[in-house]
C-alpha cells in the first residue's frame, strides 16, 4: 500500500483538528503536551547525523493548575448548537463525497465563527504580516512565541514569522446555573 493512501482525508483531519482542539481545553496534561511539543507532526529523518546544537535554554515548567471541564463542556455545547459540531465530528463521512463534506463544513465554519465573535475576543499574538523578519530580544515571552526550525545559541533570535498567533484578550461565556449539568451537550429530541 503506498504511503499516500495512509493520509487521512479533509474531513478526517477536519474531525482530527477538532478532536485536538477540544481535548486540549480539557485535558491539562494534553495542552502541556502539545504545548512541548511532545504531541504533533513528527520531524522529517535527518538524511545525516548533524552536530549537536546548543540548545537554547527552557523555561521551567510551572506548576500545573487542575482545569474544570465546565467551562470546555460549556464551549462544546455552544459549537453544537449553533454549527452542529458534535454531529458533524460523530457523523461517518465515508459515504459522503468531498462536496457534501465541503458544504457541510461551510455550515460548520460558519456556527464555529458565530460562537468564537459573540463570546471571545481574539486578537494576535505578533502584529507584523507573516512571512516578515521578526527579532525576538533576549527575554521574549517563551509562552507566546514558539521557536522552530534550527534553534541554536540564546537570543536574539532573528526569523520569519510563520503564524501570528492568537491570544483571547476577553472570554464572555454565559454563566452556568448551579443546577446546569454541562455534561449534557446537547439534549435528546423528541418530535411529538
Not at 502541556?32 to 523555561?59: E, F, H, I, K, L
Not at 461517518?92 to 460558519?110: F, K, Q, W
Amino acid at each position: 500500500m503506498s504511503k499516500t493512501s495512509n493520509l487521512p482525508s479533509f474531513g478526517s483531519r477536519i474531525s482530527l483538528a477538532f478532536g485536538a482542539f477540544f481535548k486540549t481545553l480539557g485535558d491539562a496534561e494534553f495542552a502541556a503536551r502539545v504545548r512541548d511539543d511532545s504531541v504533533g507532526p513528527a520531524a522529517a529523518p535527518a538524511a545525516a547525523p548533524a552536530p549537536a546544537p546548543v540548545a537554547a535554554p527552557v523555561p521551567a515548567a510551572a506548576p500545573l493548575r487542575e482545569a474544570t471541564p465546565d467551562a470546555a463542556l460549556q464551549l462544546l455545547s455552544l459549537f453544537q448548537r449553533e454549527a452542529r459540531l458534535i454531529d458533524f465530528t460523530q457523523e461517518n463521512l465515508s459515504a459522503y463525497s468531498d462536496a457534501d463534506i465541503g458544504a457541510a463544513a461551510r455550515v460548520v465554519h460558519e456556527g464555529c465563527s458565530k460562537v468564537l465573535r459573540e463570546h471571545f475576543t481574539i486578537d494576535a499574538v505578533r502584529s507584523e504580516a507573516e512571512g516578515s523578519r521578526v527579532t525576538l530580544p533576549e527575554g521574549f515571552d517563551a509562552s507566546a512565541v514558539r521557536l522552530t526550525g534550527n534553534v541554536v545559541g540564546k537570543a536574539p533570535f532573528t526569523g520569519t514569522l510563520s503564524h501570528r498567533g492568537w491570544r483571547a484578550s476577553s472570554v464572555r461565556l454565559p454563566k452556568l446555573a448551579e443546577t446546569h449539568d454541562a455534561k449534557i451537550l446537547a439534549p435528546a429530541e423528541v418530535e411529538l
